[in-house]
């Protein structure tokens, strides 16, 4: 069989997905013919090694016009038997079969401050619209945690067995650590990740500045770029933080890989509060880095973190402030939830995900 696989945000943030689905696919699957999509620009990030799977560039942009004619004329010139959709924006008009994953319903749900309003409110309303059609239309539907399938069955009123839930892995670099310089011996709170307004950053700073009443040492570490398409909202809210008269917070701009395994093992307390996630990786990498979590209790984050982290509402600065506070007071604690990362943490593989991905191909090809 020819399978397409979508993978035009491969090289994004959210790209992960679809970068590890594809390397396992190449282990597990030696018997059917893979192209993968990429955009125009990275051509070069991905390198096949299975000689069954190709990648070819293309250059429709999701949410635009170009993505509804243009990729729907390309796909049919392909003559797939099946595509893959890693993200939820696809063209409405391509009906041969098809697989979509759906990771969440950030986009209908939030604003992020740093994008132009009118903008985004279109692309809101056109996404509410392509992901009816793309949960209806979809020969089958994938979903990483069993909240996004509710929430999708909710959403669209689709059949529940028309969805599986493939959770994804949490796995960590071999590479070894390099330190970051500026906080050996430093007493710190670490976020990675980009900072959409969804992600709750400036109440961690609200709750790392009450923090330091009682800890005058403790910093706030923030790693992200501070450039590019996703360096705005880092840059807007540390002007935030600055016009706040807040300290102690860093940021880090880009950190290749050897310093960030350092800083997640060095860290105090890892922090996630962001209000709404798909499957919460960054969380998961961090307790397999030995780091003690304390995670928002929104959406799927008790899910996939059980009883490896400890909880807060993430709309309610004094709990954050307390859980965070509880950890960093409690060298017990701390080792509990390092012990407990650990183990949550193996639960969890990229390779068994392509596995069920995989199965899901295999089911459509046998109804067919």
Not at 119 to 142: N, P
Not at 297 to 316: G, S
Request: aromatic share 14%.
């Amino acid at each position: 069989m020819r399978i397409v696989i979508d993978a035009r945000n491969i090289n994004t943030s959210t790209g992960r997905y679809a970068e590890r689905l594809i390397h396992y696919l190449e282990e597990l699957d030696t018997t059917n013919e893979y192209i993968v999509l990429v955009l125009q620009k990275d051509i070069n990030f991905y390198k096949p090694q299975n000689p069954n799977f190709s990648v070819r560039g293309v250059k429709y942009p999701w949410f635009s016009l170009s993505e509804q004619l243009g990729m729907a004329r390309y796909l049919y010139s392909l003559k797939a038997d099946l595509v893959h959709f890693t993200m939820m924006h696809h063209p409405i008009f391509y009906f041969r079969p098809y697989v979509t994953t759906f990771h969440d319903l950030t986009l209908l749900k939030t604003y992020n401050s740093d994008k132009n309003y009118v903008v985004y409110k279109v692309k809101q309303f056109i996404g509410r619209f392509v992901y009816q059609a793309m949960a209806h239309w979809s020969t089958h539907l994938i979903t990483p945690t069993k909240f996004g399938r509710n929430e999708l069955v909710a959403f669209s009123h689709i059949d529940p067995s028309k969805v599986t839930v493939t959770y994804e892995g949490g796995e960590t670099t071999a590479q070894k650590a390099r330190s970051y310089r500026e906080l050996r011996d430093k007493n710190y709170l670490l976020y990675v990740g980009q900072q959409s307004d969804y992600k709750n950053i400036r109440r961690l700073m609200q709750a790392h500045q009450q923090l330091r009443r009682t800890h005058s040492d403790l910093l706030l570490v923030l790693v992200g770029r501070l450039s590019g398409k996703n360096g705005k909202p880092l840059q807007t809210n540390r002007q935030w933080a600055k016009e706040q008269g807040f300290k102690g917070i860093i940021y880090t701009d880009f950190v290749p890989d050897d310093q960030l395994v350092w800083l997640f093992q060095h860290c105090s307390v890892y922090v996630f509060p962001s209000l709404m996630e798909g499957f919460g990786l960054p969380g998961l990498e961090a307790m397999g880095y030995g780091a003690p979590v304390a995670s928002s209790n929104a959406t799927c984050l008790p899910e996939i973190y059980k009883d490896a982290a400890l909880y807060f509402d993430p709309c309610n600065v004094d709990k954050m402030t307390s859980v965070i506070g509880q950890i960093l007071d409690s060298k017990k604690l701390q080792e509990e939830l390092r012990v407990k990362g650990a183990k949550v943490n193996a639960q969890y593989s990229w390779k068994r995900m392509a596995a069920q991905t995989l199965k899901v191909y295999k089911t459509i090809f046998k109804q067919k």
